[in-house]
């Protein structure tokens, strides 16, 4: 049986967008895809809904992976609960971030949430501004336990016996004890 050329471009375009889409990493992506040298997926765009490290992510969710391949942050095309948390998205405006045990990492966050008792504030456009200035980038941060790592407050509050202002800036270990510095505003990992 013989082809006619135009039946053979045909089937070739076929092969290339289902290589483009399906990968071993077992993602459908856009044809726009970045590799590490070995061949993993390194950043896509879903061109479908899909499930990360047990995440329901929608289309247009831009995805990266660390080279041991496990996804470590993402651009959400919309606003979104992710962990229980409303987090920003927006495309290429937020870059939520994922520790290796697929727990939250860093999160901006779309509403002044009260989590694990601190009234967090929603991500603030100056505090991003200044950071420079003042250390504050306006994320909230999680440890890998799911623990609150940092935040900025929304409204004025005691906390472990100590007085904070709405806006200042908290940081807590793993088990959820103050750490207690000069400023306690230093700055941190964020991603």
């Known amino acids: 049986m013989l082809l006619h050329y135009k039946e053979i471009y045909k089937l070739v375009g076929i092969l290339i967008c289902l290589t483009t889409m399906s990968f071993g ?3 459908s992506c856009s044809e726009h895809t970045e590799y590490y040298d070995n061949g993993d ?3 896509c765009r879903l061109v479908k809904e899909d499930t990360l490290s047990g995440k329901i992510l929608p289309k247009g969710t831009g995805v990266h992976f660390s080279k041991t391949g496990l996804m470590d942050w993402c651009f959400l095309p919309e606003n979104m609960m992710i962990q229980g948390h ?4 927006g495309g290429h405006s937020f870059m939520t971030g994922f520790h290796p045990n697929g727990e ?3 999160a901006w966050l ?3 949430e009260i989590i694990q008792e601190i009234p967090c504030s929603k991500f603030r456009f100056l505090s991003a501004i200044f950071h420079g200035f003042h ?3 306006g994320a909230t941060t999680f440890h890998d336990n799911g623990q609150l790592k940092y935040c900025e407050l929304s409204k004025s509050i005691k906390i472990q016996g100590i007085q904070y202002n709405k806006g200042n800036a908290v940081r807590f270990d793993m088990e959820g004890t103050l750490i207690l510095s000069e400023k306690n505003e230093e700055q941190i990992e964020i991603y």
């Open 25 to 27: 990493q077992n993602i």
């Open 41 to 43: 997926i390194k950043f």
């Open 86 to 89: 409303f987090c920003g998205g």
């Open 104 to 106: 939250l990492k860093t």
């Open 110 to 112: 779309v509403k002044n």
């Open 135 to 137: 250390g504050k980038s």
